[in-house]
């Protein structure tokens, strides 16, 4: 049977592997002799006999590791969920959930291959790819992985779906529609403070500076301190919220899906369609950069240290540019 590859030493003295087929050359990256031959011809075996290298594979792995062989990668998420807490530990137990994940839960780690990857990945959704990555990525670190399952370029790429900010006309016609004063203000506190909803439903009473005018708080998912400003509108909108205690005390005791849930439901009854309560977010981040808000002051108030999170968010903003002329007189 011709080999599959052939040996050959570079004038630099290191020894090379060529596949006689595709005439790829690779660097065995030794120059003794001795080792570049066990290299060749361990190619060569593992191209002639896959299965039983696999053998050999799994008994070395054994080993060091006995449960090599059972380990499933049901186990890897349950491992990967023990060093998570709060609203963390909630959305990954959410995301191992997945039914795309049913198609490889049960398999051993070391039976895997990049078929079974891609079977779950055809099945699942853009969070599928996401969290199947960690995954991978968790059991290689922790060596119950000898290689990739698929390598890092094959992987397929993450494609979220266009997010996009409320309206003015639409954020008016929800304030118009809603009756209830808890989400009345719930939903004003969202557009003036650009705020998560997890972040402003919990907002206390004692976060609010009144001599300085101040919100101050830390966001949930980064711990970011924000200290926002507020003005005559936000100010009295404030007066009308309880003075102890939290601001918003029904819907802070909701899970923020429920929350998401009832906006959703809002929405739809006045034809609003593509929106969330993150839209809010996006809507602060757009009208701050059409005001020409100052993108270290957007920074701050939106929670975040990254100049490429506030430049994302305000990606769809439309910025009408005044004469230099008159950006120098309204300075002076």
Known sequence: MKAKYRLFERASGVFYIEDTDTKRQESLKTKDRDTAHRLWHAKNEAHEQPAVNLQIARAYLTASDPEVTKRTWQHVMEAMSQGKTGSTLERWKHAIRDKA???????????TNSGHFLRALAAGTVATNVFLRRIQNFALGMSWLPW?????KQWPAVRYGDK???????????????????????YQMCW???????????????????QNRLITYRRGKTGSPVQFHFGELLKTLLKTLPIDGPLFPRLSQLHEKHRAKLFNRRCKLLGIVGVTL??????WAERAKIAGYPERYAQQAL??????????YARHASVKLPSLEEFENARA
């Open 101 to 111: 994940f049913d198609l490889i839960r049960n398999l051993v780690v070391l039976e």
């Open 148 to 152: 990739p399952v698929l390598p890092k």
């Open 164 to 186: 996009r900010a409320v309206t003015a006309d639409e954020y008016r016609r929800i304030i118009e529609r809603e009756k209830n004063p808890e989400w009345n203000a719930f």
């Open 192 to 210: 003036h403070l650009g705020g998560s909803q997890s972040d402003v439903a919990n907002l206390l009473a004692t976060d609010i500076d009144w």
């Open 278 to 283: 993150h839209s809010f977010r996006y809507a």
């Open 303 to 312: 929670g975040h240290q990254s100049k490429a999170i506030h430049r994302a």
